[in-house]
């Protein structure tokens, strides 16, 4: 039986294989069970479990949850505000922490947005006679 540490690293890793006995016995065995046992014989939770039979290719699961993403392309450009050059997804050309703060800055502008808005006077149409 492999343990809960193995069942996380296979899924989260394409490198670490399992051990070929519990993939046989899965494999022969995965339709017999119903997940929330199978999640119980391994310890692990439901959506771990899912994760790990669709890995597998034995059941597929809807649901962007359960689908296994492959690791994302990462390069070190220089941030273009800052200029540090910490490795982020490839085609993000802030780093994360500028990504935030201009989260922060869009937060003010729209709280300041709506301030204007208020203050606005309601419309009176001009009348040219
Ligand atoms: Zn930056």
């Given at each position: 039986m492999f343990t809960q540490e193995t069942v996380t690293n296979a899924i989260m890793s394409r490198k670490i294989k399992l051990p070929d006995q519990e993939v046989t016995w899965l494999r022969k065995h995965?339709?017999?069970?119903t997940h929330k046992e199978l999640a119980e014989k391994y310890e692990v939770c439901l959506d771990t479990l899912k994760r790990l039979l669709m890995r597998l290719e034995l059941q597929y699961f809807p649901g962007a949850k359960y689908q296994i993403k492959p690791t994302p392309e990462s390069w070190s450009r220089p941030?273009?505000?800052?200029g540090c050059n910490e490795p982020?997804?490839?085609?993000?050309?802030?780093c994360d922490t500028c990504v935030d703060r201009e989260g922060d800055a869009e937060r003010v502008t729209l709280e300041q947005h709506q301030q204007t808005q208020a203050r606005k006077k309601p419309y009176k149409p001009e009348v040219p006679w």
């Amino acid at each position: 039986m492999f343990t809960q540490e193995t069942v996380t690293n296979a899924i989260m890793s394409r490198k670490i294989k399992l051990p070929d006995q519990e993939v046989t016995w899965l494999r022969k065995h995965h339709n017999d069970f119903t997940h929330k046992e199978l999640a119980e014989k391994y310890e692990v939770c439901l959506d771990t479990l899912k994760r790990l039979l669709m890995r597998l290719e034995l059941q597929y699961f809807p649901g962007a949850k359960y689908q296994i993403k492959p690791t994302p392309e990462s390069w070190s450009r220089p941030c273009i505000f800052c200029g540090c050059n910490e490795p982020r997804p490839k085609n993000q050309y802030r780093c994360d922490t500028c990504v935030d703060r201009e989260g922060d800055a869009e937060r003010v502008t729209l709280e300041q947005h709506q301030q204007t808005q208020a203050r606005k006077k309601p419309y009176k149409p001009e009348v040219p006679w």
